[in-house]
């Protein structure tokens, strides 16, 4: 029996912001391991803890000063003080290889940017050579473990671009089992990987179903044992929080697993079936081979079989197995199974006779086993319903929506692709309109007070230029989170010199004797990408929101005034946006400006999140926001501020008091039909003559004729 463990410690302080090492948590942890193993009964040597990176927050470099993991861990108590680690268990038949390496960083960064394993190529290189060591030397078959950290969603391609997957397939592995996620995700963190080339749902960016689409095999029952093109991806949850513990057993080659829960207090009775395997997590190259082409064996199919770990004798073991296909579960076989004597394993192998051809059926859960045991106190154990299939065939999973995040997606392949996205859209959404609309400045009267989706957007549009502070900030800030650093921080447990993020990574002088460039890549991606889509861009959407309401109330006010502007032609009355003949509506959407309320409201939560993005950071990383990341504390409150108090200042402008009217003279290169200015504001068509000379305050014909090149402007 072996037992593995990662993420030994938390590495967080009470508020969860600060990620560095306590020696304190170290020597706790180092005691309650001795009483573990001295309760257990098994030898030291049976137990491997794993780094895992809150074991190596804040930590500069392995075996030094802070690096509390070489010191209190199991393995470094062993003096197992290799990034890979292996161990051999030989059973009558076949060799059990297993295979746990350390993939953090060579230089732990301290938490939020330290989330991805970093297999270099030496690592993957050493691992493939754990893994084939029986490859040539032994006749027996073996099945091969491997167990680490990350699961591979959050495991980096290496400097040459090869992953740990490559590895496992190429060396025919059955099974990874890595931590990391802890169950906060879900309860389903399981990803079966096949070779081949996919087009999108290949692992180079994502996979939809935790079932990779298969690939037909071309070999026949002639071309021998196929190898195993296929393995599974097991994230095992965690003791701390969810007191999850696993019990992985290899019957004939094939790997069972139950998973228990010790929320509720220690559990008397554990069972866990080996055979027949559960069609969700079968390995299908080679059941299916099994079941083809090679002779059936009388032990492997002839029986079913469980392993039981009881603290109290066990009186009773009995199998049921039961027929979905009538729509409810019908009893089809109950056996009482007998306890061989002559196991090997630490639990109580209990067998039970049957007839596997009996339950060939082309649908994989069509039958479904569960398995009770009774011990000698009357307690009763049963297990969950597990579907099989008779021939290989394997039943399909599905994914939460969390679930798929956090397993189906390659994140060190999307990083990119994600940033680059968002700045497509930001500058195309930014800078083409602003284009057309400079072009197109005579027909802005028709977008002005048209119907349609479209037009409203023009509408925004329009009136963001007319504010170009807060349009060129907007622009800027977004070259400045490309061209200069983000933040300065303490990235270590203690001492060194502060780094900068950028988002390529860390950049640290270390000792002054090195430059570490763009550590921590991709896992800056959850700053980066925070960042970004849930400050920056709701930010923005809702400047350009509240110009478009400033612009909506302005002609609100000039409408029920008795003004109109000198660019609107009277067809566009009757529009359903700006229908100033309909006061009671004009007064419901634009007057009492609930509009701006519910956008002041969005913009108090967007300030909300970025403080605690900051506090997070300047916590984690020992900031002052004005000294060590002042534009990127302060850029965007400071930008919705401005918005907001421009707008009540530009919707009183319209008033018209001690301005003769509201009217202005006309600067040079404007057009009577209105337009995007390049600065200042707009006036609004105050002052103005109509046609026959009319005031448009009053209605009263004026002794003045209207100047010609007014007069054409209008009729324009």
């Known amino acids: ?40 009964g098994l ?100 099945t091969k473990i491997s167990f680490g950290h990350f699961p591979l969603s959050f495991s980096a391609a290496s400097y040459t671009q090869k992953t740990l997957k490559d590895i496992f397939l190429k060396n025919s592995i059955s099974a990874y089992l890595c931590g990391h996620l802890h169950t906060k995700f879900g309860k389903n963190l399981k990803r079966q990987h096949k070779s081949g080339d996919h087009l999108l749902t290949s692992s180079k960016y994502l996979q939809l179903y935790p079932h990779e689409t298969p690939v037909e095999s071309t070999r026949n029952c002639s071309s021998g044992v196929p190898p195993v093109e296929e393995f599974w991806e097991w994230e095992m949850g ?63 199919y002839g029986s079913v079989r469980a392993l039981v770990f009881s603290a109290s004798p066990i009186v009773s073991v009995v199998a049921r197995i039961y ?6 579960l019908l009893t089809v076989m109950e056996t009482s199974m007998r306890k061989r004597e002559d196991a090997s394993s630490r639990g109580d192998l209990y067998t039970a006779p049957w007839n596997s051809k009996a339950f060939e059926d082309p649908s994989p859960d069509r039958f479904w086993l569960q398995i009770e045991a009774t011990d000698s106190m009357g307690r009763s154990t049963v ?4 579907p099989f299939s008779a021939k290989g065939i394997q039943a399909k999973l599905s994914w939460t929506w969390k679930e798929f995040l956090v397993m189906g997606c390659q994140w060190d392949a999307l990083y990119y692709p994600i940033l680059w996205s968002f700045y497509l859209l930001m500058f195309s959404v930014l800078l083409i309109p602003r284009a057309i609309l400079g072009f197109s400045k005579r027909k802005y009267n028709s977008f002005n007070a048209s119907k349609g989706f479209k037009n409203l957007m023009t509408r925004v549009y329009a009136e963001l230029y007319r504010v170009p502070l807060v349009w060129c900030c907007m622009i800027v800030y977004l070259f400045y989170l490309l061209l200069c650093p983000w933040l300065f921080g303490q990235v270590f447990t203690e001492g060194g010199e502060r780094g900068y993020m950028t988002y390529k990574g860390w950049v640290v002088n270390f000792n002054k004797m090195r430059k570490l460039e763009f550590l921590g890549f991709p896992d800056i991606m959850v700053v980066v990408l925070s960042h970004l889509f849930l400050v920056v861009l709701p930010s923005f959407c809702v400047a ?150 009319r005031s448009p305050a009053t209605g009263v014909p004026s002794t003045e004729k209207a100047r010609p090149r007014e007069k054409a402007a209008i009729t324009q």
């Not at 027929?323 to 409810?328: E, Y």
């Not at 009355?573 to 700006?578: C, H, I, Q, V």
């Open 1 to 40: 029996m072996r037992s593995f463990f990662t993420d030994l410690l938390d590495g967080k302080s009470k508020d969860l912001l600060i990620m560095k090492q306590d020696e304190n948590e170290w020597v706790e942890y180092q005691k309650v391991m001795e009483d573990v193993v001295q309760r257990s």
């Open 43 to 142: 030898n030291k040597s049976n137990f491997y803890d794993l780094r895992g990176n809150h074991d190596n927050f804040g930590v500069p470099v392995i075996s030094g000063l802070f690096d509390f993991f070489s010191m209190y861990s199991l393995n470094g108590q062993l003096r197992r003080n290799e990034l890979v680690n292996s161990v051999t268990v030989k059973t009558g038949k076949r060799k059990l290889l297993f295979v746990g390496f350390d993939s953090t960083m060579s230089a732990g960064l301290r938490g939020p940017t330290n989330l991805f394993g970093h297999p270099t190529d030496q690592l993957l290189s050493e691992i493939s050579s754990e893994l084939s060591q029986w490859d040539f030397k032994s006749a027996e078959p073996v």
């Open 238 to 300: 965690d003791w701390r929080k969810s007191r999850v513990m696993r019990i992985l057993a290899i019957d004939s080659g094939h790997v069972s697993f139950v998973d228990t829960n010790f929320k509720l207090g220690a559990k008397e009775t554990i069972i866990l079936p080996t055979f027949p395997l559960d069609s969700r997590y079968m390995l299908t190259t080679l059941s299916r081979h099994q079941c083809k082409c090679q002779p059936v064996d009388s032990f492997f």
């Open 323 to 328: 027929d979905s296909s009538p729509g409810n």
């Open 383 to 386: 297990t969950e319903l597990r």
């Open 544 to 693: 350009g929101a509240l110009a478009a309401e400033r612009g909506m109330y302005r002609d609100h006010l000039l409408s029920v005034s008795g003004k109109k502007k000198d660019d609107v032609s009277l067809e566009n009355k009757g529009s359903a946006l700006f229908n100033y003949s309909q006061p009671g509506r004009s007064k419901s959407y634009i007057g009492d400006r609930w509009i701006r309320n519910i956008l002041l409201v969005v913009s108090l939560a967007i300030c909300w999140k970025h403080y605690k993005n900051c506090r997070a950071l300047m916590r984690g990383y020992e900031m002052n926001p004005l000294l060590h990341f002042p534009f990127y504390s302060l850029s965007i409150p400071t930008l919705l501020a401005y918005t907001v108090g421009g707008g009540a200042a530009k919707a009183r402008r319209p008033s018209g008091r001690g301005r003769g009217g509201g009217g202005r003279r006309k600067r040079k290169g404007e057009e009577g039909g209105g337009g995007v200015p390049l600065c200042g504001g707009w006036d609004g068509g105050l002052g103005r003559r109509d046609e026959r000379g």
